[in-house]
């Protein structure tokens, strides 16, 4: 009798020690005391809630750094979260995103992202297209080109990405040529075959295009500083045209955020009728051009 009690004893404490077994697979506390992993938030809901947080940069070009707030708003319609930062300086929001400090960037247009992944062998790729500010040539002395005097100096960014553009409007307007063939991007003063009225080019920074214009005849502006100026696109000389290649902003990213669903809520927020009526206000109704 005394050794089936003893049986008895034996099974009950094999049972308690089974259920404390259990109980701490299933998140009590372990034997050490350290935290199980009841109510703790899996892998796949962390990257999950991950996906949700967009990091854009952008420069303050095209008014940009103002849109942040309102690009924010759309953002969270679509149960995204934007975390967006405005800086000066476009290599340094570049190479932000290549170091996967951000993941989309707002500050070039198609012929600059090219040419700075082939100068820096990198590989940022449009994830859409935005909208186009045409540049014009504005002046503070002349009201049309055919008032520019013969041998009137034209001040230009001193950059090859946009430098050719403001000598392509003169060309489009019939008062330059360039050899045949030859590409905006990289076009140069010293490219210029045909100048019947003996224009001078005065290259300068593009920061200081707008400084420089009190200085010469006439000399291109972009958007922003046109309307620094107190211009509007009515008031220039000639415009650029929507249907010149290559010039339209892009948001870039890495290759593997291409097409993903925090690309697609970019886009979606961007392309609004919010967004648009920003721009409008901006730039004016006719001075830009949108891809939706």
Avoid at 240 to 259: C, Q
Wanted: positive net charge; glycine residues 6%; charged residues 25%.
């Amino acid at each position: 009798m005394r050794g089936f009690y003893v049986i008895i004893i034996s099974l009950f404490i094999l049972v308690l020690a089974a259920c404390g077994t259990a109980s701490q697979g299933q998140g009590g506390a372990s034997a050490n005391g350290s935290a199980t992993n009841q109510g703790a938030p899996t892998a796949k809901s962390t990257a999950s809630k991950e996906d949700k947080n967009i990091k854009l940069i952008v420069t303050s070009s095209n008014f940009h750094d103002e849109l942040l707030p309102v690009l924010k708003a759309e953002v969270e319609k679509s149960g995204f979260q934007l975390e967006a930062k405005a800086i000066e300086d476009g290599i340094i929001a570049n190479k932000e995103v290549l170091e996967k400090n951000y993941d989309f960037v707002i500050n070039m247009h198609e012929i600059a992202l090219k040419e700075y992944n082939k100068e820096n062998k990198t590989d940022l790729r449009e994830a859409f297209t935005t909208i186009f500010a045409p540049i014009g040539v504005y002046s503070h002395k002349y009201k049309s080109l055919a008032d520019l005097p013969n041998g009137a100096t034209i001040s230009i960014p001193d950059d090859d990405r946009n430098g050719g553009r403001a000598l392509f409007i003169l060309q489009d307007a019939g008062l330059l040529k360039f050899k045949e063939g030859l590409s905006v991007n990289g076009a140069k003063p010293k490219d210029i075959i045909e100048n019947p009225k003996n224009f001078k080019f005065k290259e300068v920074n593009y920061k200081l295009l707008l400084r420089a214009l009190d200085d010469v005849d006439a000399g291109l502006l972009y958007s922003s500083q046109r309307d620094a100026a107190k211009f509007t696109l009515k008031d220039a000389l000639a415009v650029e045209s929507p249907k010149t290649k290559g010039f339209w902003i892009v948001a870039a990213a890495r290759p593997e955020l291409l097409n993903t669903s925090k690309a697609e809520a970019l886009k979606k927020a961007y392309y609004s009728q919010t967004v648009k009526d920003f721009f409008i206000k901006k730039f004016g109704k006719d001075d830009v051009s949108f891809a939706w």
